[in-house]
């Protein structure tokens, strides 16, 4: 707990550098930058080969690789879907916020749609007026909620899941 603390400490105090904006994670360093402090916050992200490929205020674009996820019929294994679909939201709320708020999940509810042979990819987005909203209501309160919803593909575009998750944010201490 000590050391994710000492992480989310170290976050804040990146996001809030002059030195790296937001846009200086558009670059390849900066998305390994994330990447490992996603992996160090969530160990099992780093086993399952979790990897944010884009990420811009409101939107994240990552992957997990079938290699090290394929269950006993040789697709990926349901687990590594729900990683996949659940973790951006984290991701958005710790980077669009700068790390002032911690993201908490209070459900999270995944329909599999079609056997994932292949690497699969998720797209997320929060509109700016919702990024809006979650900024007024942490104002005015000591937590806010909102919905993410997930579309996850496969290397050749099919849908493979759908996942809408369910968060809460607070203020980091």
Same mark, same amino acid.
């Given at each position: 707990?000590?050391?994710?603390?000492?992480?989310? !400490? !170290?976050?804040?105090?990146?996001?809030?550098?002059?030195?790296?904006?937001?846009?200086?994670?558009? +670059?390849? +360093?900066?998305?390994?930058? *994330?990447?490992?402090?996603?992996?160090?916050?969530?160990?099992?992200?780093?086993?399952?080969?979790?990897?944010?490929?884009?990420?811009? @205020?409101?939107?994240?674009?990552? %992957?997990?690789?079938?290699?090290?996820? @394929?269950?006993?019929? !040789?697709?990926?294994?349901?687990?590594?879907?729900?990683?996949?679909?659940?973790?951006?939201? !984290? *991701?958005?709320?710790?980077?669009?916020?700068?790390?002032?708020?911690?993201?908490? /999940?209070?459900?999270?509810?995944?329909?599999?749609?079609?056997?994932?042979? +292949?690497?699969?990819? *998720?797209?997320? %987005?929060?509109?700016?007026?919702?990024?809006?909203?979650?900024?007024? %209501?942490?104002?005015?309160?000591?937590?806010?909620?909102?919905? /993410?919803? +997930?579309?996850?593909?496969?290397?050749?575009?099919?849908?493979?899941?759908?996942?809408?998750?369910?968060?809460?944010?607070?203020?980091?201490?």
């Amino acid at each position: 707990m000590a050391i994710q603390h000492s992480l989310y !400490g !170290g976050l804040r105090q990146w996001m809030a550098s002059d030195t790296l904006p937001l846009s200086g994670l558009r +670059s390849a +360093s900066g998305l390994v930058a *994330v990447n490992t402090f996603v992996g160090l916050a969530i160990p099992f992200a780093r086993r399952c080969g979790f990897k944010v490929l884009a990420l811009e @205020r409101g939107y994240i674009r990552a %992957q997990v690789p079938i290699g090290r996820n @394929r269950n006993h019929l !040789g697709t990926m294994y349901a687990g590594a879907l729900f990683t996949l679909g659940e973790i951006p939201g !984290g *991701v958005l709320v710790l980077f669009d916020f700068g790390g002032r708020f911690v993201p908490i /999940l209070e459900r999270y509810d995944i329909n599999y749609i079609a056997a994932a042979k +292949s690497d699969v990819s *998720v797209e997320c %987005q929060l509109s700016p007026e919702t990024l809006t909203q979650l900024e007024t %209501q942490m104002t005015q309160s000591d937590r806010a909620s909102f919905e /993410l919803a +997930s579309t996850m593909t496969d290397s050749t575009g099919k849908l493979v899941a759908e996942g809408i998750g369910y968060y809460q944010m607070r203020y980091s201490r």
